[in-house]
């Protein structure tokens, strides 16, 4: 059915593309890559939403919480379950897979993460599985838009836009955000995109934003009318708020990659399952608004209805005053860290957006209101509840733009934008004093072996060492006399011969300028050896180093050849004059 459908679609789009220049096709292309990607937000919101309606039907307006508590062992169970026996384990999750597989593999992602990310997130999330949806909307609209381009024969440059519009796309729709979606991917996915790249982007963002707004309406989606406006004499408080969210945001990202760890480190699946579940379960009892994306509850801290956060929980006897009711939300701020760390490492498929923001919201609320029932101050809390969010968005995904610029969309306005910046820059500050890299740029450093901090670390990473051999030196034994040398010197048209022993093995480098010295003296043709002639190298590069560690040997030993070994043994030289090449090609193609 989906090959018909794809090949019904395809046929006038290649006739367009006949008819259209090549950049009125590519606009069209940002548009259908908008729509599609919005399209999938909007099906998995709707997936989700109408699993958990089912969820709430069943276990009655969470009357029955042990069965409520339950439910997200099923959905845990259910992914699996698809990712076994369906995906066969191949799940590309986070961020830091589609940045490699721009850097590494020409921006190509498989087929079939246009679908796995909605059916294995839907199932988590929708059963109560604590993280969001947001990221794997992301990892979807971005095999959307490379598996458009490769289907219609774009190019490199054209394939890597296209997959920041499927991005861009589903983040404008999950939050009828599109100014968030396109700053989502000029941070975090793309941070090398060109200036030729923002209109595309914009325009599936706006696509996307746009479905979302005629499909949802305010059915699904995350939005706030913003209660009170701003105030100059409360900066003070948001500077507190904002070093306050860096620190939380420091601790999600320490606490989430610990727990995550302890959990995949059980290394049965079903046991792992099992524990996860349980885990859950135990919490759902005691904190019932950890249960799915928690959107539902933000909004009702943002209307000053958190009260009846409480009720579902087994501990609500026990809360019977306002005191105690801080102290209740005050432990989701660390509790969602650990659920979400839970949820995904046993097995289910979300990411950290939501709980992000999840986190911020209750923060926000319970710094704001301790402060107005204390007297210290008088503040307005929903505005501190939704400033908070910013902060440990921005916190957690390095992303401050993203994370201003998404809170002043929900709100309708742009009321809010001093503090929000105020915010954020402090969290960003604060957790970079720490942790110079996010936990997604942690993972794509360790993935590719190299850090990727600036833009020269990136452009040359996308390099492989491999590809850049030159393998036509000439090499010599070093039992070798020097009439052999000569005619292997006669022959060549390098200055630099690779000395291999009987095993492959590099033994030394002879370089022309020292056999000149003899080699006009036929009287030593017999008697000089290799050998005696040989270097031993300024420096060996591994084939399997990454290009970065290359270039610091090249500046060390002030060489513009090195050799290159692979377990040993020698295969062939790295020149500065082919890395510089390749490099400036690579500007080229980002240009």
Known sequence: MLAFLHSLIKKPILYLRKKLSDRNFFILSAILVG???????????YIVHTIATFVTYSSRNYENLVLFACFPLVGIVLTVIYLK????????????????????????????????????SGLTVGFGGSVGLESPMVSTGSAIGANYAEAYGLSYKER????????AAGIAAAFNAPIAGVLFVIEVLLADVAASAFIPLIIAAATGALMSKIVLQEGVILSFSLQQPFNYHNVPYYIILGLAAGFVALFYSRAFAWVDKKITGIRN?????????????????????????GY??????SVMDASSLADASALRHLINSEGKLLMFLGALVVLKTIAAAITVGSGGNGGSFAPSLFIGAYLGYVFSRILNITGVTQIP???????????????????????????????GGYELMIPLMIVSSLSLIVNHLFEPLSPEQKRLSKKMNLAVESRDQRLLS?????????????????????????????????????????????EGIVHLDKVRKVIFDASRYDAVYVRDL????????????????????????????????EEGKYIGFLSKSSILTRYRKELQELA
């Open 462 to 506: 996308r390099l492989d060492i491999r590809s850049l051999i030159e393998t036509n030196f000439a090499s010599v034994h070093p039992n070798e006399s020097l009439r052999s040398l000569i005619r292997v010197i006669a022959s060549s048209s390098r200055n630099a011969f690779p000395v291999v022993g009987d095993e492959g093995k590099l």
């Open 35 to 45: 729509l599609t990607s919005g399209a999938a937000a909007i099906i998995l919101k």
């Open 534 to 565: 040989m270097d031993k190298p300024a420096a060996v590069i591994n084939a399997d180093e990454n290009l970065l560690q290359a270039i610091e040997k090249f500046d060390k030993s002030d060489q513009w050849n090195l050799p290159v070994v």
């Open 296 to 301: 539902d509850t933000i909004k009702q801290l």
């Open 381 to 411: 809390e929903s505005n501190f509840t939704l400033v908070a969010m910013a902060g440990i968005l921005s916190g957690v995904f390095y992303a401050p733009l993203t994370a201003i610029f998404l809170i002043a969309e929900l709100t």
């Open 160 to 167: 890597t836009i296209l997959l920041g519009c499927g991005a």
């Open 85 to 120: 026996f369906f995906l066969k384990e191949r799940l590309r999750r986070g961020s830091a897979e589609i940045v490699y597989a721009v850097m590494k593999n020409s921006s190509t992602l498989p087929r079939h993460e246009t679908y796995a990310h909605l059916v294995t």
């Open 269 to 293: 699946n079903w046991t792992r399952v099992a524990v996860g579940g349980t885990l859950l379960f135990v919490l759902l009892l005691l904190f019932p608004p950890l249960f799915g994306e």
